[in-house]
């Protein structure tokens, strides 16, 4: 029984106190970043991004989660780190279509 009660409680102060890392490639989106144009396809939509360590694409899936470069879905503390520059690229862009893409990607990102 006191083996039982230690496990559970290793596992929930585990739990508790894990933490969310930023993976670094999104850690290293700058503030330069562009828009650079975006996909659609049957399940997904995409965006291609610019910024200066090369182009990357974010994919908004069938479920709503977004993925980078289609490798890794991001986090919530990921999103935040983003969003500014979503938001910036959407209140810049002259192009309907691109802000409607734009907002579809914004959309999945507030949504919680």
Same mark, same amino acid.
């Given at each position: 029984?006191? #083996?039982? &009660?230690?496990?559970?409680?290793?596992?929930?102060?585990?739990? %508790?106190?894990?933490? /969310?890392?930023?993976?670094?490639?999104?850690?290293?989106?700058?503030?330069?970043? #562009?828009?650079?144009?975006? +996909? &659609?396809?049957?399940?997904?939509?995409?965006?291609?991004?610019?910024?200066?360590?090369? #182009? +990357?694409?974010?994919?908004?899936?069938?479920?709503? #989660?977004?993925? +980078?470069?289609?490798? +890794?879905?991001?986090? /919530?503390? =990921?999103?935040?780190?983003?969003?500014?520059? $979503?938001?910036?690229?959407? =209140?810049?862009?002259?192009?309907?279509?691109?802000?409607?893409?734009?907002? %579809?990607? $914004?959309?999945?990102? %507030?949504?919680?």
């Amino acid at each position: 029984m006191i #083996k039982v &009660l230690v496990l559970i409680s290793l596992i929930l102060s585990g739990a %508790l106190f894990a933490t /969310e890392t930023i993976n670094p490639r999104i850690m290293s989106i700058s503030a330069n970043v #562009k828009f650079d144009g975006y +996909f &659609l396809e049957a399940d997904s939509s995409g965006i291609i991004l610019d910024d200066s360590t090369g #182009k +990357f694409t974010l994919v908004l899936d069938s479920h709503n #989660k977004i993925w +980078f470069d289609d490798t +890794f879905m991001i986090s /919530e503390k =990921e999103k935040a780190q983003i969003k500014p520059h $979503l938001i910036r690229m959407f =209140e810049t862009a002259t192009n309907k279509k691109d802000k409607a893409v734009l907002a %579809l990607f $914004l959309k999945s990102i %507030l949504e919680i």
